[in-house]
C-alpha cells in the first residue's frame, strides 16, 4: 500500500483546489464546452428540427461568407473597431480625471461618487434604446446651432468624422465610465503620500507630480481599465455586431452554424484588440521606466 506523506504545502495545495473545485466544474461545463460545442458548428451548417439539430460539414464556407458574402457584417466591423479605437481612451482619460476631482478633499463626495456609478446601475438595453430614441446620448443643441457643420468645414474628411462622431456619442461613451472611476479612485487612495510630499520638496509643481507619481503608479490600473471598456463595450446587449449574430441564429437564409462562424471571428478581433492595447501600454511602461 503507498502512503503519500502530507506536507504542509501539499495540504494547503489540496485546500486550495477543494476551494476552486466547484468552480473549475462549472467553467468546464457552462463555459469551456458550449465554447468547443460553438467553434463545430462554425464549420457546420446546422439546420434546428423538430427531431433535433441536424449539420452538414461545410469545412470554412461560414468564415468565407462572412467576409465575401456579407457586406453587412465587414462595415459593422469595421464600426466597432473606430468605436474601439476612439471611445476606449476617452473612457478611460475622462475616467482619470473624475477620480483625481473626486479623490480631492471636498464635501460630499460620497454623493459624487454614487452619481457618476448610477449609470453603471441603470444602463441596460431598454434604458439605453429609449435613451437613444429620445436622442438623450449626444449634447443637446450640437447639432441645432450647428457645431457639427463646422468641425465638417473646418477639417478635412478624415479627421472630421472622428471628431464629430465623439461629439455626437459622448454622452453614452462618459455612461460607460462609472466602474472605471471607482477603479482609479480605489487606487488613488492607496498612493503613498509622502511621495507627493517629497515631490513639493524637490520643487514639483502639481501637474509634474502627476505626471511623475500619480500616472507610473496608476498604470496598471489604466491596464485593467482598458481591457475592462474593450470587453464590457464588446458584449454590451446593444452592440451591432452582437445584434447581428442574434439575428442570423435563426435566419433561413444563413442560419445558426452562421452565426456561430461571425461570433467566433468576434471573438478573435476582440482577442487581438485587448493584445494591441495591452502591448501598447506595456511597451509604454517599460519606456517609462527606463
Known sequence: MIKLKMTNRRRKSLTGLSFVSLW???????????????????????????????????????????????????????????????????????????????????????????????????????????????????????????VISLIENMLSPAFAEPVTYLFKQIIMVLWFSGVQILIFLAGLQKVDTSLYEAARIDGASPWESFWKVTLPVMMPLVLVNVIYSIVYISTFALNEIIVLIKENMFSTLTGFGYANAVAWIYFVIIFIMLAIWVGLLNLRRGSGGR
Open 24 to 146: 473549475i466544474v462549472g467553467f468546464g461545463i457552462f463555459t469551456c464546452w458550449p465554447m468547443i460545442y460553438s467553434l463545430y458548428l462554425s464549420f457546420q451548417k446546422v439546420k434546428i428540427t423538430p427531431l433535433g439539430i441536424k449539420t452538414t460539414y461545410v469545412s470554412m464556407q461560414n468564415y468565407k461568407n462572412a467576409f465575401l458574402s456579407d457586406p453587412v457584417f465587414v462595415e459593422k466591423l469595421f464600426a466597432y473597431l473606430k468605436t474601439m479605437v476612439l471611445n476606449v481612451p476617452i473612457i478611460v482619460v475622462f475616467s482619470m480625471i473624475i477620480a483625481l476631482l473626486i479623490n480631492q478633499n471636498i464635501k460630499f463626495k460620497g454623493l459624487f461618487r454614487t452619481i457618476f456609478f448610477l449609470p453603471v446601475v441603470i444602463t441596460s438595453g431598454p434604458v439605453i434604446n429609449e435613451l437613444l430614441s429620445q436622442g438623450a446620448t449626444t449634447i443637446p443643441g450640437i447639432e441645432k446651432y450647428g
